[in-house]
């Protein structure tokens, strides 16, 4: 085959190729998960991006799990036997190429610890069906305890001791937000009473029994406080109250 001729068969091979290319499909429109990796450590109200072509239809699912096993049958088969959060969204020609996937009730934050996770990509409208992916690990962050509100009332009690003519009990409850729901130990609460610029009263104590409740004896003729309420979860975390004042109200049999 002489040079003119082997020119035109190359020309020809590549036209063939390039027509060829815009026929096929390539796995580079294929959509992939980005974040989060095997492993990651993520935020209670965690992000799962994946690339893809928005101009195309897509639908997503993420699962996780505090156990790995799936199903082996059944219509749901490959999903986990004891799914603890699952969520599922899809885009339907629109968003830019690069789309980030978020839960759909990011007000309520997963509890922290160790999932097992999984997700599948359905970019076939007319097939129900798509493969879950590896089953793989992540960690949701342990979220600093928020004191989400609190109140108090102080009482003057009739009953007298030899140390004390004039006590007081202190009582109240309290609300919080803590995803770290599953530690042995309860979140601890501390109280400070003040009254004429000194500090009164230090109190502490635990949430036993999930009560969220304190009661605190102390012994003043004041009939003006103030109050500041502090807690701490097992992470070292802890929220503040605003002072709150509060007025010794009448006597009580106690």
């Known amino acids: 085959m002489n040079t003119a001729n082997r020119n035109r068969v190359t020309y020809l091979t590549g036209l063939i190729a ?56 059944g219509e749901d088969a490959g999903s986990f036997v004891n799914a603890a959060y699952s969520d599922v969204w899809d885009w339907s020609n629109y968003g830019p190429l690069d789309e980030i996937g978020q839960w759909r009730n990011p007000s309520y934050p997963i509890n922290a610890g160790r999932y097992y996770w999984h997700y599948w990509i359905r970019e076939d409208i007319n097939n129900p069906t798509a493969p879950w992916s590896p089953v793989m690990v992540l960690y949701i962050e342990d979220d600093p305890v928020k004191l989400d509100g609190w109140y108090i009332r102080a009482y003057r009690l009739k009953k007298k001791t030899r ?3 004039s006590r007081v009990l202190l009582r109240g409850k309290y609300s919080y937000s803590d995803n770290d729901n599953e530690n042995t130990k309860p979140v601890r609460w501390a109280l400070r009473i003040r009254a004429g610029g000194r500090t009164l009263r230090k109190s502490k104590g635990t949430n036993k029994f999930s009560l ?25 975390n802890t929220a503040h109250s605003q002072k709150r004042k509060i007025r010794v109200k009448r006597l009580r049999a106690k």
Not at 36 to 64: C, I, Q, Y
Not at 212 to 236: H, I, P, Q, Y
């Open 18 to 73: 390039v027509f060829l290319a815009l026929l096929l499909p390539t796995a580079a429109g294929a959509a992939t998960l980005i974040t989060p990796t095997n492993g990651d450590t993520v935020s209670s109200l965690p992000k799962f991006t994946f690339d893809f072509d928005s101009s195309k239809w897509a639908e997503f699912r993420v699962e996780l799990s505090k156990f790995p096993e799936t199903l082996n049958s």
């Open 212 to 236: 969220n409740e304190f009661k605190v004896k102390m012994c003043t003729r004041r009939t003006k406080l103030t109050a500041k309420l502090s807690l701490t979860d097992e992470g070292g």
């Open 163 to 165: 140390k004390c003519k």
